[in-house]
Antibody, heavy 121, light 110 residues
Framework: EVQLVESGGGLVQPGGSLRLSCAAS????????MSWVRQAPGKGLEWVANIKQDGSEKYYVDSVKGRFTISRDNAKNSLYLQMNSLRAEDTAVYYC??????????????WGQGTLVTVSS | NFMLTQPHSVSESPGKTVTISCTRSSGSIASNYVQWYQQRPGSAPTTVIY?????PSGVPDRFSGSIDSSSNSASLTISGLKTEDEADYYC?????????FGGGTKLTVL
């Protein structure tokens, strides 16, 4: 059974930092693109970043470029999102998501349950 | 970058059929696969259609997806509506370096 379990969310002050983790199991993690998708309260889904199987390619939505860094550790079957210079508008539930087929980035087949990040003073 | 536009809300009665559209603003809808996600209140999204018209295992065949190049849009059709289908539905596609979601459609089954 595929599982994606996010952790690391919480309350942080504007300008602060947070590191999210996603523990993956039930599939060959090193074969898939992985993504972070967020959802602000009462709003729709927004793609944040994705990363290729070997970490050699990373892409970000414009609003987080230079502030967020996506990474992965295939030995630990884990995905990460380092979030710096956090702003109130980064407040959201952050989901970890696995791509549909190995080696190709197109969309998502599995989603985690999400972790809430609140940026507030 | 392109945008995906969905109706804000749709409603239909149990047992009926509803179709939710997703229109791509630029570039061909057929050039990149479209996925559809269901999100019930308080829950994470789940995938109901991938690669335009494929259903994940466990998704009933009441759910179907299609694309129409003439209108540059994708559609999610749900037949035999059940109250449990009431949820938000999002379309999603991509290009070489971006993933794009539609704004979401709230389906009410009443």
């Amino acid at each position: 059974e595929v599982q994606l379990v996010e952790s690391g969310g919480g309350l942080v002050q504007p300008g602060g930092s947070l590191r999210l983790s996603c523990a993956a199991s039930g599939f060959t993690f090193s074969s898939y693109w992985m993504s972070w998708v967020r959802q602000a309260p009462g709003k729709g889904l927004e793609w944040v970043a994705n990363i290729k199987q070997d970490g050699s390619e990373k892409y970000y939505v414009d609003s987080v470029k230079g502030r967020f860094t996506i990474s992965r550790d295939n030995a630990k079957n884990s995905l990460y999102l380092q979030m710096n210079s956090l702003r109130a508008e980064d407040t959201a539930v952050y989901y970890c998501a696995r791509d549909i087929i190995p080696g190709y980035s197109s969309g998502y087949y599995y989603w985690g349950q999400g972790t809430l990040v609140t940026v507030s003073s | 970058n392109f945008m995906l536009t969905q109706p804000h809300s749709v409603s239909e009665s149990p047992g009926k059929t509803v179709t939710i559209s997703c229109t791509r603003s630029s570039g061909s809808i057929a050039s990149n696969y479209v996925q559809w996600y269901q999100q019930r209140p308080g829950s994470a999204p789940t995938t109901v259609i991938y690669e335009d018209n494929q259903r994940p295992s466990g998704v009933p065949d009441r759910f179907s997806g299609s694309i129409d190049s003439s209108s540059n849009s994708a559609s999610l059709t749900i037949s035999g509506l059940k109250t449990e289908d009431e949820a938000d539905y999002y379309c999603q596609s991509y290009d070489s370096s971006n993933v794009v979601f539609g704004g979401g459609t709230k389906l009410t089954v009443l």
